[in-house]
């Protein structure tokens, strides 16, 4: 039998094979069930902090040596995905107090999280606090924060801070391993003003629970 014999010889019972193993029919069965350890992203709010300030007016900070502005240090969690204030201004502190007493964030958001609701557009629709009077909030770096405590030019993130406001919730959704601070400024020059302010943040926790599956076994019949 020559070479060009052999191959045809070959390439036929490769054929043959092949067309048995298509008519051949596969059978699956879930022979037993089993236990394994499944991982699970939850997320979680935590509250880094909730509390009221008093900034002096710009000529008071200047004659009499009181501060119109305040840093606040924001202490990140680990894994923390995004985080958010909310505050409220006015120079009424009986107003402020009270308004403080309403702040709820970790208890919106949570119950946002348990619905699986979008968190952007389910932060979006919640209303603002009442505020009467203005002030500016900035997010910063400690770099920046050494600036603006020094009255010199300072950079900020734009997105997440806020000039001319009497209230509102804010979303900060840049990440950053340094240092951050949230800097607060009265640019009023005549009078002081009270600001209540709530920090929480939304963190990514991982957990594990038992899920049971089945194991399959295949088996082939003609």
Known sequence: M?????????????????????????????????????????LQTQSIQKDKF????????LVKGGKNRVLLPVNIPNNTKEWYYVFSASRDEEQITNTLKTFNLAGELS???????????????????????????????????????DKDDFA??????????????VTVKKKSRNAVFLALNNPDNLYG???AIEIIAIVEDIAFKKETIRIPVITYSN
């Open 2 to 42: 020559n070479l060009s014999s052999s191959l045809i010889v070959v390439f036929s019972f490769v054929t043959m094979v092949s067309v048995a193993q298509k008519k051949r029919k596969i059978d699956t069965t879930y022979a037993y069930q089993t236990t394994v350890m499944k991982s699970v992203a939850i």
């Open 193 to 195: 003003i009270h600001i």
């Open 54 to 61: 008093y900034l002096n007016s710009r000529s008071n900070a």
């Open 156 to 169: 900020y993130d734009l997105s997440s801070s806020r000039e001319n406001y009497k209230s509102g919730i």
């Open 111 to 149: 119950s946002f999280i348990e619905k699986k609701s979008s968190l952007q557009q389910s932060v979006s629709s919640l209303n603002a606090p009442p505020g009467a009077n203005i002030c500016d909030i900035y997010v910063v770096d400690e770099s920046n924060a050494l600036l603006f405590k």
